[in-house]
């Protein structure tokens, strides 16, 4: 288990601009319009609302539409304004021209990719489908695993990323009325509940319930997946600020997260399983044999986060920060690998701030670099996060 956040004050913080309020139920899904000091959000309640900044300085709703079923998800395009709702009834309804019954079950993640005219989502009868968005033609359809929570896809190759419930993410390139599976990447204990695709780079974000994030190196095609402990709970929403390389999380225990990913970071090691400490060589406890051979009593095992050695609990006493290997938390690590960590290694590469609500959906509008979180407390916040990305 990773250990509490040790609350290390900044300096630099992101700037709350408005708070949103008067909302009848949890807004499933927001996005800022960019170049516009305006709102939309879709929300259990069923409502699609434009939300506008008046004189007064207040956000109100300007324009106000009743879906048919709850609103689970959104997909806004800012360039053709093209909005994509997805419904707790199964349908994606497209602003135009026309809704498409795309899942048994409600619509659990909708994305539209103005390149292609498609519309993709993905369903909790466990479907991914993607449609013509002119036509609204189904094109073609997979079976996912799971129910599915993250949805990126990437114009260039035509692949597109679905991370599911059972904690894989499945990687399928699409064709215009087939797709193939390509691999499926396995790292999470629990849910993945939010996927973040930088196009760049060519690295994927996996974010959990398990409370960590995992960086994919997909370009490198090393393989190399870096893990990133940063929230407490579970991570709620996943953002790249392509500009300064920084990767933006937030999570239901209110965290907002800001990682430099301009630093190298390692992989962690493999544990390695020994009988006994790998420094004092005393037995751990079911080594019976060598227990009776020594007449000592069996000591239980730990492993240090650095090395990966396994190691009692006394050779393993103290504990340590380690951000490049994205433990940004104390974690255990052996007492040589404490002696050898140096300051400048311990010196944080994210910065760690409170937006006050537990986060259910995120979204940054990097023209401004303006976050809005929208909480389970039914209130959207909006954020200058020009202090903090940069
Ligand atoms: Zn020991
Ligand atoms: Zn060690």
């Known amino acids: 288990m ?209 409370h960590s994030i995992i960086m994919w190196d997909i370009g490198g095609r090393k393989g190399t997946a870096i893990e990133m402990q940063g929230h407490n709970e579970k991570v709620q929403g996943l953002c790249y600020a392509p500009h300064t390389r920084q990767l933006i999380s937030c999570g239901s225990d209110g965290g907002i997260v800001v990682w430099n990913m301009d630093v190298t970071r390692q992989e962690t090691p493999e544990w390695l399983d020994s009988d006994s400490c790998q420094r004092c060589e005393q037995p751990f406890f079911w080594n019976f044999k060598q227990m009776w051979d020594s007449k000592k009593i069996g000591l239980r095992q730990h492993h240090c986060r650095k090395c990966g050695q396994a190691v009692c609990g006394k050779c393993s006493s103290k504990r340590s920060t380690i951000p490049l290997m994205g433990f940004e938390f104390e974690v255990r690590v052996c007492d040589s690998c404490h002696e050898s960590i140096t300051d400048e290694e311990r010196a944080p590469t994210a910065t760690f701030h409170d937006s006050k609500h537990a986060v259910v959906h995120m979204h940054y509008e990097p023209t401004r670099s303006w976050l809005l979180t929208s909480g389970a407390d039914r209130v959207i916040k909006l954020w200058d996060m020009t202090p903090v990305v940069s």
């Not at 139920?25 to 409502?47: C, L, W």
């Not at 993250?150 to 904690?167: C, I, N, P, Y």
Request: charged share 20%.
């Open 2 to 210: 990773a250990a509490d956040i040790s609350p290390r004050p900044q300096a630099r913080k992101p700037v709350l601009l408005s708070k949103i309020e008067a909302l009848q139920d949890v807004v499933n899904t927001a996005v800022i319009i960019p170049k516009e000091d305006g709102v939309i959000s879709v929300s259990q309640d069923r409502t699609v609302r434009v939300w506008l900044k008046r004189d007064s300085g207040q956000y109100w709703p300007s324009i106000y539409h009743t879906m048919p079923a709850p609103c689970s998800c959104m997909s806004f395009n800012p360039e053709t304004r093209r909005l994509s709702v997805g419904m707790d009834n199964g349908v994606v309804s497209v602003s135009s021209p026309r809704d498409s019954p795309a899942h048994q079950g409600g619509v659990t993640v909708v994305l539209f990719v103005l390149e292609m005219e498609w519309v993709l989502s993905t369903g909790q009868d466990k479907s991914f489908t993607w449609h013509c968005s002119e036509s609204g033609q189904q094109l073609g359809t997979y079976r996912t695993t799971a129910w599915v929570s993250g949805l990126q896809f990437d114009v260039e190759t035509r692949h597109a990323f679905v991370g599911d419930h059972s904690g894989q993410v499945t990687i399928l390139k699409l064709e215009q009325d087939s797709c193939s599976l390509v691999t499926t990447f396995k790292g999470h204990t629990g849910n993945v509940t939010a996927l973040c695709w930088d196009p760049v780079q060519r690295v994927l974000f996996s974010g959990s319930s398990d």
